[in-house]
């Protein structure tokens, strides 16, 4: 088996010191870091994801996956800057004003991670202006929020409106999920994408940058 598939495999099982040191030795052995981002990291991320999505793995599982995907990004992430080798996407994602869940919403900044984006993380509680002047100072253009209540669902829609007032919407694309909200409630706020679980936000992002 390859070093790189061996970092996937050890990935998928969540065995965090091993792929550290996977990696560590992928770079003694001379491979490039993006190889290693891509062929090895990535690719465990994306059967993680995948699995995830057919409930054939459950949320522990892709956090001890997520923590292993950590570790090799610690030694990983020098060497890439060194490299030049650029995110996919940059995307700031949080959950939006008056809601305090972020269990959701830190899966799915671990999964966008682990398919190579950049994540300006904005925390929880965030208001309008926080997830927009994020995304100006970092050139994000994916706005990603989750919501867990009800009564914060409408929130998302004013991130959308503060976007069109200021001109940028269609500019910074806007990405909704969370257990309460739903494709038809995306399309009648106007988000740009809207995605049930972590592994299908990073499919949603990607068809973002896209389009
Ligand atoms: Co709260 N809570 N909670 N809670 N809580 C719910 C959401 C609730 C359904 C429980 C219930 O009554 N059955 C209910 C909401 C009812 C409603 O609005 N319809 C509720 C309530 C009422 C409250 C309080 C108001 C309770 C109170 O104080 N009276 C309060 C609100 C506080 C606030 O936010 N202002 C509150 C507080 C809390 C805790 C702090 C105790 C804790 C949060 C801890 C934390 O997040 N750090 C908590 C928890 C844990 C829950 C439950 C039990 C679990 C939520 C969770 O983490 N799920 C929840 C009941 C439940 O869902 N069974 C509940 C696991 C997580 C992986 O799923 O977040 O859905 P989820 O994320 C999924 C997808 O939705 C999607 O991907 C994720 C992974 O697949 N997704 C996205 C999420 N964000 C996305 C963004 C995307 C795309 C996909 O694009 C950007």
């Known amino acids: 088996m390859s070093i790189t598939s061996e970092i996937a495999e050890n990935l998928i099982k969540g065995q965090a010191p091993k792929v550290k040191e996977l990696v560590q030795a992928a770079l003694e052995q001379g491979l490039s870091p993006a190889t290693i981002l891509n062929e090895g990291l990535i690719a465990g991320m994306n059967v993680v994801g995948e699995r995830f999505k057919k409930n054939e793995v459950y949320v522990p599982e892709v956090l001890i996956a997520a923590r ?101 919407k269609g500019k910074i694309k806007t990405l909704i999920g969370g257990a309460p909200v739903t494709q038809s409630y995306a399309d009648e706020i106007g988000a740009d994408g809207y995605a049930p679980d972590a592994a299908s936000a990073v499919d949603a992002a990607k068809s973002l940058l896209r389009n």
Not at 82 to 92: L, N, R, S, T
Not at 98 to 121: R, Y
Not at 122 to 151: H, N, R, V
């Open 68 to 168: 292993a995907m950590k570790m090799g990004m610690e030694v990983l992430k020098p060497r890439l800057a060194a490299a030049g080798v650029q995110p996919i996407g940059k995307v700031v994602l949080g959950t939006v004003k008056g809601d305090l869940h972020d269990i959701g919403k830190n899966l799915v900044a671990m999964m966008l991670e682990g398919a190579g984006f950049q994540v300006i993380d904005c925390g929880i509680d965030c208001p309008a202006e926080k997830f927009i002047k994020a995304a100006q100072d970092s050139g994000a253009t994916i706005i990603g929020m989750s919501a867990l209540l009800t009564t914060t669902m409408p929130a998302m829609k004013q991130v959308i409106d503060a976007l069109a007032a200021a001109g940028l």
